[in-house]
């Protein structure tokens, strides 16, 4: 075989094995699930990772999904959706949650303490005390929420925006999301927004990727101004915000 064809055929291999790498870590970083071993961010698949990640999410709400079909018709209603609640916090290890609260306890200090704060991995009291308000209005919202198909765009948008948010805002802290964000390419970004695009056409669900982005924006723009950029625990707080509004964004709807 000549040398240039040998060369490209190695090429091939090597992305289709960076991409299978970078789906790996997307979706052992955001699930419980031990069905890859690759928990190293190694150079190379950092960016891949990232583009994943809204793919992950629909992966997880649709195993969300699943679980309605098969409980739909054994149990109460109410008692499904606490189910179906309790489920989606502990497939994501309550990684989201965690930045949410450790975010909130940033909040609550002056600006050069916060990132310190939000570092501790103790939690605060307001981060604790918001916390379980944001719980029981995520509980609530699910208990009233009938249209359970859309929860895989729903966790598929709301981790669209956390790619988004590494690509377009200033990363604040040391550690792996810097990595993340010096491998994530605008090529990369791209796809992650086209699948995603393709994804909610199916599901009539397009329009909210508006209402995704406008979290987005104002939650980027005043962590930004607080902090000076985003870290690991603010797209934990923009991930789980996002799944919030976009859930009674299609209770209204559907209510109306």
């Excluded at 060369?7 to 991409?19: F, I, P, T, V």
């Excluded at 997880?60 to 499904?80: D, R, Y």
């Excluded at 930045?99 to 050069?112: A, I, Q, W």
């Excluded at 508006?210 to 950029?229: E, N, P, Y």
Aim: no cysteine; glycine share 8%.
């Amino acid at each position: 075989m000549p040398r240039g064809l040998q060369h490209s055929s190695w090429d091939k291999r090597e992305n289709k094995m960076r991409l299978f790498q970078g789906f790996a870590l997307a979706f052992n970083m955001l699930s419980i699930f031990p069905f890859f071993k690759i928990h190293d961010f190694f150079k190379g698949i950092n960016g891949y990772s990232a583009m994943f990640y809204p793919l992950v999410g629909f992966i997880l709400g649709s195993i969300l999904f699943l679980a309605h079909l098969i409980l739909q018709n054994h149990m109460p209603s109410t008692h499904e959706a606490v189910i179906i609640f309790g489920m989606w916090v502990l497939l994501t290890g309550a990684l989201h949650l965690d930045g949410f609260s450790d975010t909130v306890d940033g909040l609550f200090v002056s600006k050069d303490k916060a990132l310190e704060v939000m570092k501790d991995s103790l939690v605060g009291g307001m981060g604790m005390s918001f916390t379980i308000v944001f719980l029981v209005l995520k509980l609530s919202s699910v208990i009233h929420f009938e249209l359970y198909y859309m929860l895989p765009l729903i966790l598929m948008f709301s981790r669209l925006n956390a790619t988004l948010s590494i690509y377009f805002y200033n990363y604040i802290s040391s550690g792996v999301g810097s990595l993340i964000k010096k491998e994530l390419t605008l090529k990369l970004v791209l796809i992650a927004v086209t699948y995603s695009l393709v994804l909610a056409y199916f599901f009539s669900f397009t329009p909210a990727i508006l209402v995704s982005l406008l979290v987005l924006i104002i939650s980027a723009k005043f962590f930004t101004s607080r902090l000076g950029g985003l870290n690991g625990d603010t797209y934990g707080f923009i991930i789980e915000v996002t799944e919030l509004i976009l859930l009674n964004y299609i209770i209204i709807n559907n209510f109306s």
